[in-house]
């Protein structure tokens, strides 16, 4: 996850803006707590999104306390308080957290400093994993690892074969976050969950082969769009046709999204549809910096 799935705040209201924030530190509050102290450095607003998509299907409701921040002891913060949504997501933060550290493990082209901090931060997520999937007597998580594995060699697959058309590895993008999120729901509310985190995972592929083309360019790095085009320069005179691309996922997650009751955090998601995801993509096509945006709120 990268951070793209956000919403305009200054088109929020303040009550609004205030709950987005706690629920993006009572997520990682979860993560600390109930999962590992080391994954909230893993933390991205794309999990926010998806937090407030369950607690809107299985009927949560957020509520915000006043607590010290772990990392910022000398300052008091409101957090949403620990539910069923976030301690899932929390989870689902964990399965992605781990087999991203080990693709970027599997990538030769780093220092040797960073190596080493990866390769820490990997075993400390992998320990915990493990621990959470010993502790599943159902082996729900055991059986979801294994569908993300699956999904992840058949886009890796695609990507050491040269695949030149992004839609193929962009779908199997977003069937790795489909899977990494199918646990915890009834299966009607599961199915809408399912399609989409399948949205979301097959946008932000498109959004981050975009955002890289320079440096994906320069590096030799896997881009489908510079296989296609050639060069960045000759990707990004393809803007239009990427916008409706892109157009085409934000406008089916955003009538998916018109069927769940989603309460008091409804203006937030409206919100992320309508109005983030757009903005997002358009600094994107147009090679804006930081439209790829993790730290914190």
Known sequence: MFGYIRPVQSELKVKDAELYKALYCGLCRVMKKEVSSVLPLSISYDYVLLAAVRAGLSGETFWAEHQICPYKPYRRKKMA??????SDTAITALILTKYNLDDKLADGDISRFKKLFLCIYRNW????????????NSGTLAGVCGKVEEKLSVLHEMERAGETSADRPAVCSGEVLEAAVAFGLEPEAEEKLRLIARDIGSFIYWLDAVDDLEKDEK?????????QYHTAKEARKEAKLLDMIMAQYTARMAKLAQTIQ??????IV???????????????????KGAKHERSV
């Open 81 to 86: 308080r620990p539910v069923k949504a976030l």
């Open 125 to 136: 997520i992998a320990r915990a994993l493990k621990r959470k999937i010993k502790k599943d």
């Open 219 to 227: 590096s030799g790095a896997y881009n489908p769009l510079l296989l």
């Open 262 to 267: 989603f309460g008091q955090t409804s203006k």
């Open 270 to 288: 409206e919100n992320i549809f309508h109005l983030g995801l757009g903005v997002t993509s358009r600094r994107v096509l147009a090679g804006e």
